[in-house]
């Protein structure tokens, strides 16, 4: 069973750093486009950072110079994405989630809208305070 368990969030000052992980297992990934989204109270989903299955990245312009996505591949059943997180401000406060979805056609494609997505973990808090 396909599953994606995100982990590293928690509370931070303004300026600090985290590193979110995510581990997707239960099924092949490697033609898999992995992305992080994220949802702050009263606003909906949006889009942080994604990583195609080729490698290619694409990154949100509120968090471009400040995040860094990776994507690590154990075995084709299990991969982790990180997100390297610095310089955070108040506005990056959100739940973050980290989502999949099957692009074996298009090895540098990276789904930006959230009902692309064919895979959803549970999500994790973070929290940026001044």
């Known amino acids: 069973q396909a599953q994606l368990v995100e982990s590293g969030g928690g509370s931070v000052q303004v300026g600090g750093s985290l590193r979110l992980s995510c581990v997707a297992s239960?099924?092949?990934?490697?033609?898999?486009?992995m992305t992080w989204v994220r949802q702050a109270p009263g606003t909906d989903r949006e889009f942080v950072a994604g990583?195609?299955?080729?490698?290619?990245?694409?990154?949100?312009d509120s968090v471009k110079g400040r995040f860094t996505i990776s994507r690590d591949t154990m075995k084709t059943t299990e991969i982790t994405v990180n997100l390297q997180m610095n310089s955070l401000k108040p506005e990056d406060t959100a739940v973050y989630y980290c989502?999949?979805?099957?692009?074996?056609?298009?090895?540098?494609?990276?789904?930006?809208?959230?009902?692309?997505?064919?895979?959803w973990g549970q999500g994790t808090q973070v929290t940026v305070s001044s």
């Open positions: 989502a999949a979805k099957d692009t074996y056609r298009y090895p540098d494609y990276v789904a930006r809208k959230s009902d692309e997505y064919d895979f």
């Open positions: 239960g099924r092949i990934w490697d033609r898999h486009g």
């Open positions: 990583i195609s299955f080729s490698g290619t990245t694409n990154y949100a």
